[in-house]
């Protein structure tokens, strides 16, 4: 669908807000990849606080990425229950996605593909069966540099209120008239900024409607009220 030019103002707008509110940015990429994509997997739609600390346990309880790997769903959901918002899709998202990683690249270690170019790895990554669209685009995001925006329904909802999207813009739609509007360096901040704005209490702010309306509805107002007086006191007619 075609967006409308006022919305990218208004997303710019909101940029410019959040970046003022909430001052310099942590870099909260995880340098291990598959690391990422599992703290993607238990963030979407959730805390990412709160996703750290459940990945934090998970790490602590397994040997390694194999042994996540290798845990039936059910168990692992019984791990994560219950801090993690949906946990026995997200089990089952994570034994999915690892499952794949392995069997594509016959290691849990994917530091190597950093080595790839950008194409190459949207082309790699263009799909991770069982894996939510916002945890693979923002392992590709924050973990190798790839400026793709990652939206999760969360995030979408927060847009919305916000009126930087329209009410009918699906996420795939969002993702990309996203990434149009922003320069290659700033996709990361804007996800960061989103992503922990989404997860506040307070609802995002609706940009102020233009002052000239409403000026000019009371002016007309005014007018009809001055009228209805004129009417009123007008003076008998002498016979």
Same mark, same amino acid.
């Given at each position: 669908m075609r967006i409308p030019s006022q919305? /990218?103002? #208004?997303?710019?707008t909101l940029f410019n807000r959040l970046r003022r509110e909430s001052g310099a940015v942590p870099d !909260?990429? %995880?340098?291990?990849? $598959?690391?990422? *994509?599992?703290?993607?997997?238990l963030a979407t739609d959730a805390n990412t606080r709160r996703a750290r600390g459940a990945l934090h346990g998970l790490l602590e309880e397994m040997i390694d990425f194999n042994e996540l790997r290798v845990t039936p769903a059910a168990e692992l959901a019984d791990l994560l229950e219950p801090n993690v918002k949906? /946990?026995?899709?997200? /089990?089952? /998202?994570?034994?999915?996605? %690892?499952?794949?990683?392995?069997?594509?690249?016959?290691?849990?270690? %994917?530091?190597?593909? #950093?080595?790839?170019q950008q194409s190459a790895l949207l082309a790699t990554f263009e799909t991770i069966p069982e894996c939510p669209d916002h945890a693979r685009k923002a392992m590709l995001l924050l973990s190798f540099g790839v400026p793709v925006f990652p939206v999760d329904q969360q995030m979408l909802d927060y847009l919305k209120v916000a009126e930087v999207l329209p009410e009918e813009v699906a996420a795939a739609e969002a993702q990309h008239?996203?990434?149009?509007?922003?320069? $290659? $360096?700033?996709?990361? !901040?804007?996800? *960061? %900024?989103v992503k922990a704005a989404s997860e506040s209490a307070a609802p995002p702010a609706k940009p102020k409607a233009k002052a000239v309306k409403k000026t000019a509805a009371k002016s007309k107002t005014a007018k009809t009220a001055a009228t209805a007086r004129k009417k009123t006191t007008a003076p008998r007619s002498r016979k």
């Open positions: 919305f /990218a103002k #208004r997303m710019r !909260e990429g %995880l340098t291990d990849p $598959a690391e990422q *994509l599992i703290l993607s997997i949906g /946990a026995p899709e997200k /089990a089952q /998202a994570i034994v999915g996605s %690892l499952s794949w990683l392995f069997n594509k690249f016959d290691t849990m270690d %994917l530091s190597g593909l #950093r080595e790839q008239y996203v990434e149009r509007q922003l320069k $290659a $360096a700033e996709v990361r !901040e804007f996800y *960061l %900024l």
